[in-house]
Each structure stands twice: as C-alpha cells, then as structure tokens.
C-alpha cells in the first residue's frame, strides 16, 4: 500500500512540473516577443490584439530543430490533394474575418498579445492525447468527446491527410469551459487537429474561433502558444473568427471545411481553411522524430468539450446543444470526411468502419442511413 502511494505522489509531482514547466516556457516565450519592435498592431472589432511579428521571430521558431530551417513567408505547398467541394443546396459557406486593415505587411505574421494569466489559462485547456485502438481517446480531465475514429486494422493504414466540413455553432459556454467541432490526426502519442471552438477564457470573447492543437514531443498547445506551428498567413492568423454560424430549423446551414495534409516534397503538414483550401500554416516535417514524422495511423471526427472536474456549472453544450435527431437544419453535423490515402488519393471514410466513442451519457452521436453525415452533440449539463 506504501508503495502505491508512493507512486502516485511521483507521478502527480511528475504531472505538475510538467505543467509548470510548459506554462514557464509559454511565458518566456511571449516575454521575448515583447521586447522586440512590432511592424504593426491590429486590434479586431472584437477587440483581440495582434501583433505583426516578423515571419522569422515568431513562436515556431524557437523549437531545437528549427534552428537551421530554410522556411520563408510565401511557402505554400508543393501539391495539394484533390479535396471533394462541399457546396451543395443545402448549405451555404462560412466566412473569415480577415484581419482590418489589410492585415499585416508582407514577411510578418499576426500573434495574439496575450498576458501571463492568458497563458497560464490556455496550458490549463492543453492536453496529451493518446489514442488505444479499442477504447478509444484518453485525454486530459475534463474533456469529453462525441467522436467516429477510423476502426483498428491487421495492415496499418497510413493516413496522409484528413478533412471534413463542420456546420458552424455557437453553444454558450461558461467561463473555464469550451465546446469545440475537431479532425484529429494522429500516430501513437503524436497528434494534429484543427476544428472549431468556443472558449471564452482562451479568447476573451464569445465567438466561434477556428482553433489547432499541436501535440508533438514537447510541443503541445493550442493554436501558436509553444514552439512548431509555422504561420504564412499575414492577414489570416490560426486562431481566426468565423463569421456567422447554424440557427435551429434555418436554411441552408452554414459550413466550414479544414484540412490537414503532409506535403509529400517536404513532408511538412499544411493546415488549410475554407472551400478554398487556404494553406494558413504548417507543422515542419523536422519537429517530428517519429510517429507522424511520415504519415497518420487513426483520424477521427466529432465533438469535444471541456470542463473542470470541480466546476459546479456542470458540463458544457456540445453543437447545437441537443441531443442529435438526424436533421440537417436541426443538428450540429460534419460530412465529406475524407483522408487521403498513402497514394496520395482523397477516399471518403466509410462510416460503417468506423468506432463510435462517447465517454458520456451527456453526449450522443449518430450518422445518417447513406453514411454522408456524422451528427453529435447534447445537453452538457
């Protein structure tokens, strides 16, 4: 029984120095930004602050493995994989508040000022993610999910890329919690996802944000608060807001599609946006050792929420908040999730092979009798 004990009180002392260590880093780190001369300040009409950093200075840069990196501002991938379009008449295309102003000058990129309870704040909603091929996600405290991921397999499958198109919500979240949309890559320990996310402690604000998690040896964060997620965008940051979102029983929904996918020349891994496969960033080729370093083994798709476990509030919405009917204009939704193949081919995920996980009576998910639609959410609560 001592021994257990003992144990345990290691691996929680483990636990919070890894914390403590990560918030330390994400400090610094913004410290060093600070000192430097900005180009340009942006401040949003929904009064974020962006700071013009100039494309070599920014947070990705400080990664061990990037200190002899022959990146420039007008990257862009070499191939981009021959995505399926989403339009249809039965959905009409989110948008993009690009940044005021015309965003920043060219060879900058825009960083959200944040302060240290800022970051303190977001390494709390960070998580390491592992996935087991049959019980699913095991994520941080707090979390919970409403997800498909591709099933187990004899063969490995190498997943080159993944994407899918979300309907846009807006589920009022409290202060501490966030609800979010997500396509997530992964391979072993290593993970990539992007989605949508209302999180009015990362963002000061209520809004539907696009959001990325990095999740790659001792990178792991949201959107570009630690090292390894390179910015090309000068008027589009990781962290956009979306404009407009899905109100019940109103026609057409609206979307919002992202992508991930490795550059089979560089073998970087681009993050785009939009029904028009707007290359935002990338995650270089050189952070990974392993794993992901040359293609995904599981993706999957679905809802995600968080909470503190001591948070009288309960939790959080998920999607349109409700649980899922089967209707376009009821539900929150995501269709064409795709991945693309080890030939570079874009296949549609056959949803029966899939595995559903839901780590929660508060949250359900179900698909359509043709397999064209994942719907999810619930009450929280």
């Known amino acids: 029984m001592a021994s257990t004990t003992t144990v345990y009180f290691l691996l929680v002392t483990f636990a919070v120095l890894l914390y403590i260590n990560s918030s330390e880093s994400r400090l610094n780190s913004q410290k060093e930004l600070r000192k430097k001369k900005y180009v340009k300040t942006i401040k949003t009409s929904h009064g974020a602050i962006y700071d013009c950093v100039d494309f070599y200075q920014q947070p990705a840069f400080k990664h061990p493995r990037l200190k002899n990196h022959n990146f420039y501002p007008e990257m862009r991938p070499s191939i981009i994989p021959n995505f399926t379009t989403s339009a249809n008449g039965n959905v009409d295309m989110a948008e993009l508040y690009y940044l005021e102003d015309g965003g920043c000058p060219r060879g900058t990129v825009p960083i959200r000022r944040l ?34 991921q591709t099933a187990s397999s004899p063969d490995t499958p190498k997943y080159l890329g993944v994407q899918a198109t979300f309907s846009v919500w807006n589920p009022q979240v409290k202060e501490t919690q966030y609800s979010a949309a997500q396509i997530t890559i992964q391979n072993g320990p290593q993970s990539l996802q ?94 990974f050792t392993n794993n992901l370093k040359n293609y995904g083994t599981y993706v999957s798709c679905g809802g995600e929420t968080f909470s503190p476990l001591d948070y009288p509030g309960g939790y959080p919405l998920m999607g349109r908040g409700q649980y899922p009917l089967g209707i376009l204009d009821q539900d929150a939704f995501a269709t064409y999730f795709d991945i693309v193949n080890e030939n570079y081919e874009v296949i549609r995920v056959n949803l029966d092979d899939t595995d559903r996980f839901e780590d929660t009576n508060k949250y359900k998910l179900i698909t ?10 619930g009450y929280g609560g």
């Open 194 to 287: 992007t989605g949508w996310m209302v999180n009015p402690t990362m963002y000061k604000d209520g809004l539907t944000h696009v959001f990325i998690h990095t999740n790659v040896g001792q990178s792991n964060c949201y959107n570009v608060y630690c090292s390894g997620f390179v910015s090309v965008r000068s008027d589009l940051p990781p962290d956009v807001t979306i404009r407009g979102y899905c109100e019940p029983g109103k026609r057409p929904s609206l979307v919002f599609k992202f992508y991930i996918y490795r550059d089979q020349a560089s073998g970087n891994w681009w993050l785009s946006l939009t029904e028009q496969n707007i290359p935002i960033g990338f995650w270089p080729a050189n952070i």
């Open 115 to 148: 302060s240290e309870e800022d970051l303190v704040r977001e390494a709390m909603f960070s998580k390491k993610r592992v996935y087991n091929q049959t019980n699913g996600p095991t994520v941080g405290q707090g979390t919970h999910f409403a997800i498909l």
């Open 368 to 377: 359509d009798d043709d397999n064209k639609y994942i719907f999810y959410g």
